[in-house]
């Protein structure tokens, strides 16, 4: 059965796990030193796929007579209301440190988790899994007023959906 709850962003956590590679390990280095996993004070997160899809006109008609698929893109951005330099060496790896290393060396990769769980039915979740993520630009927004924050965007290699009802 479908799960039909309605969540609240204050439902969700986000969730950083590893993948069984070298880019995979890089993020791990990086996940565990600054306690990454849940990411905390995360804000506006943001998930889109473009599936490119393409219209096929025939001569002498106004609508379209077929739709393909094409590329599938898939791409987010999440803003942080804490600045520790975590996010930033998810970016650029060893590039990201004082002490300089020669190149190349590999940006870290993982997998990015939302899950959404409605405290009042806690049994029933819906998790969005991001398979692949790499970080790809990265934003530091110092206010006159307001919270001193970090944005980050992301774009990932394929995304998975579980739903669980109770």
Known sequence: MPNTNVFRGSDATLTLAIEDSVEGQAAN??????????????????????????????????????????????SGRVGRAYINGALLRLLLGKGALVEREAEPYAQPSFNMMLNLTDPAQP????TLTIHGVKFENWAYSLPEDDFVMESITFKGMFITVEDVEA
């Open 123 to 126: 049994e029933t979740s819906s």
């Open 29 to 74: 280095e990086i996940i565990e030193l600054y306690q990454l996993s849940p990411v905390g004070r995360a804000t506006s997160v943001e998930v889109f796929i473009n599936t490119e899809l393409e219209q096929f006109h025939e001569i002498g008609k106004r609508h379209p007579a077929a739709l393909r698929p094409g590329n599938i893109n898939i």
